[in-house]
């Protein structure tokens, strides 16, 4: 951050000036993000880690200084690699934060008022209950549990300054250009998985630094991603953004273009062979078509299931072919059988952690340490499900906030414009269910649709009311400001 504060402090009179003329000059300011993130994953392609270092506190200084180019630059990052030599946070968490400091020196500048609406005081309420339970974890020989428990609360911080930093900055102004970077963002990502996929890991080892997790076993491909079901869940969400964008935009061309992004996307998503994203993504395409017609619905359903029932088993074949390739597919069965066997037995024991502490859980990101405990000879140590996660974690306390969270996410998403009210559902129930596989939460990346789309949502939320108290101000005559934030 401290690439942020000189920027701040050399800013000075001219911030908001350059702020005006960036703005009224859109397309430059798109073009400065991209060439900011290309300068970002030339630099890891090429292995020059100290100059993507020295990029990056560039882009931490744009961010603070123009929040809008800084939250463009976010979300095409956000699903590939980032510099490293920013603390334990990593660079994403740190730009989002970035973002938001930004952001929150636009208002302060401005005539915006501050409410806090109950969704911000359930997600806040929750964010610190982790952070206290962080603070009391036990400090194990090796550091490991809170360190694991410090990185997944740096997550949930990322992604609530993501959140904030869209709905004040998208608020008046059309998002189509946001949706087009994390589209983009996504086209990257998923050309890093089908290289992947194509070479058998050969770019893998050409491009280390383009890649995640270079010490982890990769049986399947995941692209900047450390874990293949992860890329999945954010694939799955981009690829229900980008089929809604198909449907909305204007030309050929860009239609053609957004076509043909669409599939990379969407093969991406199928060569990191994630069931729980697949589900996750025919949940969404579900409600689309189910918003657009109830017949149109019921028939993406059926078809859907049908293809589901006709094509598990080359699904299957195929992943097994790459992930068991001397074994035969009798054996490779067997084997994932026991993996889900072990996946099943990780998530059941949630109850007993949860007999363990019902009120306050056994504490953030302990779930992976404490289960070890009542699990013998049993390799899947996580719940593989982010709802069971929180109620062994955190308990009734927490499984109380998460609900307050959700009940007054769906008042936010009911009230937002109709345009980014059908996607903001769409993305969110393809994220719930997600969320019965994954504890994706904790991962900026794996997320980050999903918080483009509150953001967007709670923005237009925000703007329609914005207008509605203006009209009533100027029926009575009277002179207060009606704009409101957060």
């Known amino acids: 951050m401290v690439g942020t504060a000189v920027a701040g402090a050399l800013a000075g009179d001219w911030r908001s000036e350059g702020r005006e003329w960036l703005e009224a000059r859109q397309p430059i300011r798109f ?10 994953q030339v630099c890891l392609a090429l292995g020059i880690g100290g100059a993507a270092t020295g990029v990056g506190i560039v882009v931490l200084a744009v961010a603070f200084v123009w929040p809008v180019t800084g939250l463009a630059t976010l979300i095409l990052l956000v699903p590939l690699q980032h510099p490293v030599g920013y603390g334990p946070m990593d660079f994403h968490t740190v730009l989002a934060l970035a973002v938001l400091l930004g952001a929150g020196l636009q208002v302060a500048q401005s005539q915006w008022t501050l409410r806090v609406s109950l ?10 209950l982790a952070a206290i339970q962080v603070l009391f974890t036990p400090a194990d ?24 930093s869209a709905q004040y900055l998208l608020r008046d102004r059309d998002w189509s250009s946001f949706v087009d970077c994390m589209i983009v963002g996504a086209v990257a990502a998923g050309a890093l998985v089908v290289a992947e996929a194509v070479t058998n890991g050969a770019s893998h080892s050409l491009f ?9 076993l990769r049986e399947r491909p995941a692209g900047a991603f450390n874990l293949p079901n992860y890329f999945g869940v954010f694939a ?3 690829t229900l953004l980008a089929i809604h964008r198909f449907w909305t935009i204007r030309g050929r061309w860009r239609k053609l273009l957004v076509g043909v992004s669409t599939a990379v996307i969407a093969a991406a998503l199928f060569l990191s062979f994630s069931r729980g994203a697949l589900i996750a993504l025919g949940g969404g395409l579900v409600y689309v078509a189910y918003s657009r017609s109830r017949p149109l619905g019921v028939v993406v359903a059926a078809g859907l299931l ?46 007993r952690l949860f007999e363990r502490d019902p009120i306050f859980g056994i504490g953030f990101g302990q779930y992976h340490f404490v289960s070890r405990i009542y699990e013998s000879g049993n390799e899947a140590t996580f719940a593989h499900n982010w709802y069971a996660n929180v109620l062994a974690e955190q308990g009734v306390v927490g499984i109380g906030l998460v609900a307050i969270v959700a009940s007054a996410l769906v008042g936010g998403v009911r009230r937002a414009a109709p345009e980014r009210r059908q996607i903001a559902v769409a ?11 994954t504890e994706s939460p904790t991962d900026m990346s794996a997320s980050s649709v999903a918080w483009l789309v509150i953001g967007g949502a709670f923005a237009s939320a925000g703007s329609a009311l914005a207008k509605t108290r203006l009209n009533a101000v100027r029926r009575v005559g009277r002179s207060r400001n009606p704009r409101s934030f957060i």
């Open 31 to 40: 073009g400065l993000a991209a060439l900011l993130a290309v300068s970002v």
């Open 119 to 128: 969704f911000w005081v359930g997600l806040l309420a929750y964010v610190a």
């Open 141 to 164: 020989a090796a550091g490991e549990q809170r360190l694991f428990a410090g990185l997944q609360w740096y997550g949930l911080v990322g992604g609530a300054a993501m959140i904030l």
């Open 208 to 216: 280390p630094g383009l890649y995640g997790a270079p010490g982890l």
């Open 236 to 238: 799955a969400l981009a």
């Open 306 to 351: 049908m293809l589901a029932v006709l094509g598990s088993s080359l699904f299957y074949e195929a992943r097994l072919g790459l992930t068991n390739p001397n074994d035969t597919l009798h054996e490779a069965q067997a084997g994932l059988e026991t993996s889900d066997e072990g996946r099943l037995a990780g998530g059941a024991v949630s109850i």
């Open 427 to 437: 993305v969110l129930l393809g994220y719930a269910i997600a969320n019965l596989f």
